[in-house]
DNA sequence: GCCTATACATAGGTATCCGATGTAATGTCG
DNA sequence: CGACATTACATCGGATACCTATGTATAGGC
């Protein structure tokens, strides 16, 4: 009846969670405000829809997280010169110093906790992180 | 300047927080009920109190989540009998239906995903557990 | 019997999401 | 070229999940 390869991945997201709960409060900034500008980083700049798209959440949460952006101040939002109807959407220097400044803080928490565990070393990281990176599609959807 | 256990560390919240973003999608049931049963699933029967230390929310989120909980069938409410202040919250038989059925659906995609990824065999992803495990202190409070 | 600490509940506010719907620009096709 | 569907967003109304501040009742020390 039990089927390891079952058990562990339903106890990755379990884990996954809580880590992510847990890192969450050691920064004040809002969840998904960080979420748009990690994207922006990683793809350069894209409209609304390819954004909500790439965040996995309706269009019109992606029309208000962007305007929040844009009052912080860690955004810029342009028509596109290309397609009036559309907007892009471009990550401002502000915004990219806030992105290193948490991903800084969440890097400190997670390496020291794992500099005082030593049964894990940093091939362990190395293999978690790359299996966690591959298991989510980029472009395409399948059921993750 | 580039350490690789500190990026390293970085990308794991990154890419767990996406897959956890991802893997809540699939189940209707609201997240921060899913997360209490499973506290009292590990823990059994807890007061508002520690349920809240425990899943890192404040008391009266807490108490918001278990009246929801209660009307929903999951969990029972009953006074301490020790203590008239308290309260001792119990995992219902629904609410133990409930957490194995998204646990199964959340297991279903990782291990279908993980099926067709021949990079990552059955030990790698009982590393990424283990140490995603390892990272957060059960009782404990570090930073983490 | 006080007085403080503890266990909760309530009130009020913010952030984050959703679906439904409206608007304006774009592309298509006869 | 004009009707029409499609696309890219914005707005609205509402739900959920958090927070802080504050109130209430019981417990326990002296």
């Keep these: ?8 991945s339903g106890d990755l997201v379990v884990y996954a969670a809580r880590l992510v709960r847990a890192v969450r409060r050691l920064s004040d900034a809002p969840g998904a405000a960080l979420r748009v500008i990690s994207v922006l980083d990683e793809h350069g700049p894209l409209g ?3 954004l909500a798209r790439v965040d996995r959440c309706a269009q019109p949460t992606m029309s208000g997280a962007v305007a929040s952006l844009v009052e912080r101040g860690w ?3 342009n028509p596109d010169p290309e397609d ?9 220097p502000d915004g990219r110093a806030e992105l290193a400044r948490v991903r800084r803080i969440n890097a400190d928490a ?4 794992l500099a005082v565990l030593p049964q894990h070393d940093l ?8 299996l966690l990176r591959d298991l989510l599609p ?3 959807e399948g059921t993750l």
Tied chains: 1, 2.
């Design 1 to 8: 009846m039990s089927d390891p390869l079952h058990d562990l």
């Design 48 to 50: 609304i829809g390819e």
């Design 75 to 77: 955004v810029e939002k």
């Design 84 to 92: 009036a109807r559309a907007s892009v959407v471009t990550l401002s």
């Design 110 to 113: 997670v390496a020291a906790r």
């Design 123 to 130: 091939d362990d990281l190395a293999t978690a992180v790359a």
């Design 138 to 140: 980029t472009t395409s």
